[in-house]
């Protein structure tokens, strides 16, 4: 097995690990009385992720591996640590908005609303450019762009309707 097949195998596993918990997370929070927003574009986005590892087995599962970007993709993994642990039962995959409750300020969130869609964004970049392919960095990050501008769009909205979001 090539070390960018191994790569690819344990981003697939992160990936499939975080659909489960967000799952779970996402229960918790609907039996809490939280509802979920921006639905009709969920569908898009995990399509557009499946895609994207697709596209890298497809396509990189035997190509040499460029250390820069692939140290720099696995230093994104304590930011994504991070938000995890900041957001708790809190994480998902979806946009839940839990009425009443605070926005979440502590953690990466006391210096940008966002921190987990920029790391995903300099994730779909940084693992292609470290498999050697530019135009797979390139075609996703440009997707991810185009799905972001309507769920940051939402999940803004939904926060600032539930009081959420100052």
Not at 93 to 113: E, S
Not at 123 to 142: D, G, N, Q, T
Request: proline share 6%; charged share 10%.
């Amino acid at each position: 097995m090539s070390a960018a097949a191994i790569i690819l195998a344990l981003v697939t596993l992160q990936r499939l690990g975080e659909l489960v918990l967000a799952r779970h997370n996402t229960q918790l929070l609907l039996a809490r009385g939280a509802v979920e927003v921006g639905a009709a574009h969920y569908p898009l986005l995990v399509a557009m992720h499946a895609a994207w590892l697709i596209a890298l087995w497809v396509y990189g599962y035997d190509q040499p591996v460029d250390p820069i970007p692939l140290v720099a993709f696995i230093g994104l993994q304590g930011l994504r640590g991070w938000v995890l642990a900041t957001l708790g039962l809190r994480w998902t995959t979806r946009i839940i908005v839990l009425p009443g409750a605070p926005l979440v300020a502590n953690g990466p969130y006391r210096y940008v609303a966002h921190p987990n869609y920029i790391v995903v964004a300099a994730e779909v970049a940084l693992l292609p450019l470290a498999l050697h392919l530019p135009w797979i960095a390139l075609v996703f990050s440009a997707l991810n762009a185009a799905v972001l501008a309507v769920r940051i769009r939402a999940e803004s909205h939904a926060l600032a309707a539930s009081g959420g979001l100052g």
